[in-house]
């Protein structure tokens, strides 16, 4: 018998333990993004202040079309960022190279060395949107990875099988059996981030390896499990990858993030597409959430009683462990509830937000003055 209930997108979660001493306003440390897609051209102008109102920095995803591969087309891409931000000009992105079978060593420490590129993303080939130039064998890249090593540079993992013959649902657990735990030993000093864990696995590999691998987790796997795709229907706009998966693996998310635990940090993997590359007969992966990241991850917090955590989870671990001063602004939150929109414009596109139409417990104020937080 399938036991697995639908999450709290759907019907009320049963789990949740609401404090009812929580702050009705919280004034946190300003938080970073550690996985982002800010795609480009109308899209990107239209929508990059929906993340850099709520985060100071953010790791940029290069899975562009063309994608970015060099140094140099890191650089332009991030003119073209700083030129879209208009009034948020205090917002800095961190600029990653997407790496393939023939990336260059030279061009990539040359890159970090410049302060141009920040760390590099693995994609295993046509593992998610616009992969098909991935890698192809993790072997391909041990030379890249012996200079990312020796320069400190991190390496983002999508941690994922493409292999057809691998339930969907599995892919995950089977890149971790099958590959990182390899990479990991063959490499025991690289910095490793598994990208938008989504598996109780996922949590346990991060959590009994050494202090150089650390995971993000995104604020709709927190939110919602598999069941939310197929309520009354299916629904498209929670299709995302790594895809959702068992309530047990949304439980065990939540505890990581919540726990303390400095390995695990930020990253909301918003992903951006329009409505008619969402609602058609084969819909593209991603969820754009940018809008209602840190709404949706204090509303995370406050059902597991560790509101007193969000700001570690959100503005310290991950910069600590990608070795970035702490930002000095604050932001606020304020637990007056709202309702979010039912799309978004952006340029000739129209984006379906995470939480679309439904009423969230928090709003997000904005930046404030360095006040007393809670």
């Known amino acids: 018998m399938n036991r697995e209930r639908p999450s709290s997108d759907t019907l009320p979660d049963q789990r949740a333990r609401e404090n009812a001493d929580s702050p009705r306003r919280l004034?946190?440390?300003?938080?970073?993004?550690?996985?982002?897609?800010?795609?480009?051209?109308?899209?990107?102008?239209?929508?990059?202040?929906?993340?850099?109102?709520?985060?100071?920095?953010?790791?940029?995803m290069p899975n562009l079309d063309p994608p970015v591969t060099t140094a140099?087309?890191?650089?332009?891409?991030?003119?073209r960022i700083l030129a879209?931000?208009?009034?948020?000009?205090?917002?800095?992105?961190?600029?990653?190279?997407?790496?393939?079978?023939?990336?260059?060593?030279?061009d990539l420490e040359a890159g970090f060395k410049a302060g141009v590129l920040t760390a590099a993303k693995f994609y295993p080939a046509h593992a998610t949107t616009n992969s098909?130039?991935?890698?192809?064998?993790?072997?391909?890249?041990?030379?890249v990875f012996n200079a990312m090593e020796r320069l400190k540079m991190p390496l983002l993992v999508h941690g994922e099988v493409s292999d057809p013959d691998v339930d969907v649902f599995d892919r995950e657990k089977a890149f971790i059996d099958r590959y990182l735990a390899k990479l990991v030993n063959a490499f025991p000093?690289?910095?490793?981030?598994?990208?938008?864990?989504?598996?109780?696995?996922?949590?346990?590999?991060?959590?009994?390896?050494?202090?150089?691998?650390?995971?993000?987790?995104?604020?709709?796997?927190?939110?919602?499990?598999?069941?939310?795709?197929?309520?009354?229907?299916?629904r498209p706009h929670f299709y995302c990858l790594p895809i959702l998966k068992r309530e047990h693996?949304?439980?065990?998310?939540?505890?990581?993030?919540?726990?303390?635990?400095p390995k695990f940090f930020l990253g909301t993997d918003s992903a951006p597409h329009d409505i008619s590359t969402k609602q058609n007969g084969c819909a593209c992966a991603g969820i754009f959430n940018a809008d209602v990241a840190m709404q949706v991850y204090a509303q995370v917090f406050e059902e597991e009683a560790s509101l007193d955590r969000l700001e570690t989870f959100a503005a310290e671990h991950g910069a600590r462990f990608y070795g970035l001063p702490l930002n000095q602004g604050r932001i606020a939150l304020e637990k007056t509830g709202s309702i979010v929109?039912?799309?978004?414009?952006?340029?000739?596109?129209?984006?379906v937000p995470f939480k679309a139409g439904s009423a969230i417990s928090w709003s997000f104020v904005g930046k404030v003055a360095d006040e007393h937080h809670s």
């Open 27 to 60: 004034v946190l440390r300003r938080p970073d993004d550690f996985h982002v897609h800010l795609r480009d051209g109308l899209m990107l102008n239209a929508l990059v202040n929906a993340t850099a109102r709520q985060f100071g920095r953010a790791i940029v």
């Open 72 to 79: 140099a087309g890191a650089e332009a891409y991030r003119s």
């Open 84 to 106: 879209a931000l208009g009034e948020q000009d205090d917002f800095k992105p961190l600029m990653t190279v997407y790496l393939t079978d023939n990336t260059k060593t030279p």
């Open 132 to 143: 098909a130039l991935g890698v192809t064998d993790l072997r391909n890249l041990y030379g």
């Open 189 to 234: 000093a690289l910095k490793i981030v598994l990208e938008h864990i989504t598996t109780e696995e996922a949590v346990d590999f991060v959590v009994a390896a050494g202090p150089n691998v650390g995971a993000t987790i995104t604020p709709h796997h927190l939110s919602i499990n598999r069941n939310s795709m197929f309520h009354g229907g299916l």
């Open 249 to 261: 693996h949304r439980l065990a998310l939540r505890r990581a993030a919540t726990s303390g635990n």
């Open 341 to 351: 929109s039912a799309e978004f414009p952006a340029g000739k596109s129209r984006i």
